[in-house]
């Protein structure tokens, strides 16, 4: 099976301006959360969509907002840019089969870098 | 919500030695805890996780322990080899139909010294 994957790896922004990354998660899987990694705060997450439905989110701001469609791919988008939005933005995908949590696998990642 | 205290930041050990790196968490709801790896430029993947069912689990080099009461997991490493070298993070999450998101550690930089 192919892992999870994400587009673009590499983006370069200008504060004020708004961005949207891509996740496809592993076929079969049903939930994509985000992450957004920096070297002060760490792993940090940001929401989880399942079934089209944002179901949880962190503690970030409303600029940070994401969709999901029906054949479960996720986008996320930061609006009006700022500098410490520079960072890893990373998705993982999960069967979502409820009970247990699953298993959260990771793709490779955005790096986005604001200017 | 969940807070997931890592220690220590850095750890270097001698190759063959064991590592240990231990994390706290403050929710006593949380009933999921995985260990991941990242290295250098690479995605974060699961090395090992535990569940609060259970008090230990293994697989080959690698085991986990969990104490519910005391609210702490450790991550143990043994025989450890030059492709340990990684940063590792531990994560706690509750779950039962809502994936309220993993709660990460800030991370160990586990080197092996040759």
């Known amino acids: 099976k192919a892992g999870v994957t994400q587009t673009p790896r590499y983006l370069i922004k200008t504060r004020g301006q708004q961005v949207t990354l891509s996740c496809s998660p592993i076929?079969?899987?049903?939930?994509v959360s985000w992450y957004q990694q920096t070297p002060g705060q760490g792993l940090q997450f940001l929401f989880e969509y399942f079934s089209e439905t944002q179901r949880n989110k962190g503690n970030f701001p409303g600029r940070f907002s994401g969709r999901q469609f029906s054949n479960s791919r996720s986008e996320m988008n930061v609006s009006t840019l700022e500098l410490g939005d520079s960072a890893l933005y990373l998705c993982?995908?999960?069967?979502?089969?409820?009970?247990?949590?699953?298993?959260?696998?990771f793709g490779p990642g955005t790096r986005l870098t604001v200017l | 919500g969940e807070n997931v205290e890592q220690h220590p930041s850095t750890l270097s050990v001698q190759e063959g030695d064991s590592a240990v790196i231990k994390c706290t968490y403050s929710?006593?709801?949380?009933?999921?805890f995985p260990w991941y790896k990242q290295e250098l430029g690479k995605r974060p993947q699961l090395i090992i996780d535990i569940r609060s069912n259970v008090g230990e689990k293994k697989d080959q080099r690698i085991a986990v322990t969990l104490n519910k009461t005391a609210k702490h997991f450790s991550l143990h490493i043994t025989e450890t080899q030059p492709e340990d070298s990684a940063v590792y993070f531990c994560?706690?999450?509750?779950?039962?139909?809502?994936?309220?998101?993993?709660?990460f550690g800030k991370g160990t930089h586990l080197i092996i010294q040759p």
């Open positions: 994560a706690a999450s509750r779950s039962g139909g809502g994936a309220d998101g993993l709660t």
């Open positions: 993982a995908s999960s069967l979502r089969t409820g009970g247990y949590t699953d298993t959260q696998y």
């Open positions: 929710d006593s709801a949380s009933n999921y």
């Open positions: 076929s079969g899987h049903r939930s």
